[in-house]
């Protein structure tokens, strides 16, 4: 299953807000919300992900505490792949380009991290 993939405007905010926050509550994923929901629609939604193997959760005294089945890296990898795929033909170079394109210019510093990404993933053959 891809994290993410087929998920409601709604459902890919909770998962954003329970990703960034590593796990919450119900009143948390609310509170974080922007124009939130009511309490019963917010509870509708984590169910609704818990259904969809997205989230997991466990009891903290009188409440839920929902967390990501899937790590935040792995999401933001799927997320990637499929915006390269989709927006870029799958083509690495393309979304290189058009982030040094609509980005300011690079720190030196920022640069030779990244000339060393390259060198490194050269040498593993990617």
């Given at each position: 299953m891809l994290p993410e993939s087929g998920l409601?405007?709604?459902e890919r905010q909770v998962m954003e807000i329970i990703h960034r926050l590593g796990e919450a509550s119900a009143a948390q994923v609310r509170e974080a919300m922007e124009d939130a929901p009511t309490?019963?629609?917010v509870r509708s939604i984590l169910?609704?992900?818990v259904e969809k193997g997205h989230l997991a959760f466990e009891y903290d005294g009188p409440r839920y505490v929902y967390s990501p089945t899937v790590s935040a890296r792995a999401a933001r990898r799927t997320a990637l792949e499929r915006v390269v795929s989709?927006?870029?033909d799958g083509s690495t170079e393309g979304v290189m380009t058009a982030l040094l394109e609509s980005r300011g210019p690079l720190s030196a510093e920022e640069r030779a991290r990244l000339k060393r990404l390259i060198d490194e993933a050269a040498e593993e053959g990617r």
């Open positions: 409601s405007r709604r309490d019963a629609a169910r609704s992900l989709t927006f870029f």
